[in-house]
């Protein structure tokens, strides 16, 4: 079956990427994984006609039939290995309102304020998506120096259903950037976003890893402001009729 979706997240996995969406036709989240270990894609998965790529709010449409058997990631499904094809970038502001309708309001992530899970907690629960979308507010990123293993860790910080959040930055486009910056923390304005309209996060829960599994961040983007302008219009309508 074709997956028809609009991509809301490309995020590292290993040494290649996960791509993910919300599904065109409104019946939730679609990730797609690739025949490796792990399920990482590489550029040739991923092509898009002769040689593009995925951007975040592209309307892709992909062939991917078959689930893949992981436990708390129903949404998976195996690419077939044929060309990826390109409806819209972006995709159009009626499509769009599929992504802005996922957008979660809370009060906390995937059920609870916890930033972990333990695995088998999640092999005990119903199956449901290990994705979800959320309105992130005085977002910022912060930038770690973790002297024992000389690298550096990337963290969002935002506050959501009346607390504080710091869950690790996965995403493909900011986190490689953030690592040429010193410690510190840094406001997403500085990277190009806007401030007259809502940031919105991807947070994904992982596979299990040394018996946990973890909460963290898959990608930061915004709407395009005439979806935000619509939705503002209409609120003002209702509340005046």
Request: one cysteine or more; glycine letters at 10%; a positive charge.
């Amino acid at each position: 079956m074709a997956e028809d979706f609009i991509v809301v997240s490309i995020s590292r996995l290993g040494e290649g990427r996960s791509v993910a969406g919300v599904r065109v036709d409104g019946r939730g989240w679609v990730r797609l994984v690739g025949p490796h270990q792990h399920g990482a894609l590489y550029p040739h998965h991923t092509v898009i006609g002769e040689r593009a790529q995925p951007r975040l709010l592209d309307r892709l449409t992909v062939e991917a039939d078959w689930p893949e058997q992981a436990v708390g990631q129903p949404e998976n499904r195996l690419i077939e290995g044929t060309r990826w094809r390109l409806g819209e970038r972006p995709a159009n502001l009626e499509v769009l309102e599929v992504v802005r309708q996922a957008v979660q309001t809370g009060p906390g992530l995937f059920g609870d304020g916890e930033t972990r899970w333990r695995a088998a907690r999640v092999t005990e629960l119903p199956p449901a998506a290990s994705l979800t979308l959320v309105e992130a507010r005085h977002a910022r990123l912060v930038v770690i120096e973790d002297r024992e293993l000389w690298r550096k860790r990337v963290r969002v910080q935002f506050w959501l259903g009346g607390r504080e959040w710091r869950l690790p930055l996965h995403d493909e486009l900011y986190r490689p950037a953030m690592y040429e910056r010193p410690e510190g923390s840094y406001p997403v304005a500085g990277l190009g976003l806007r401030g007259d309209r809502p940031v919105l996060l991807a947070v994904a829960l992982g596979k299990p890893f040394q018996g946990w599994c973890y909460k963290s961040v898959v990608s930061i983007f915004q709407l395009p402001y005439g979806l935000e302008r619509k939705v503002s219009r209409a609120m003002r309508m209702a509340s005046v009729g």
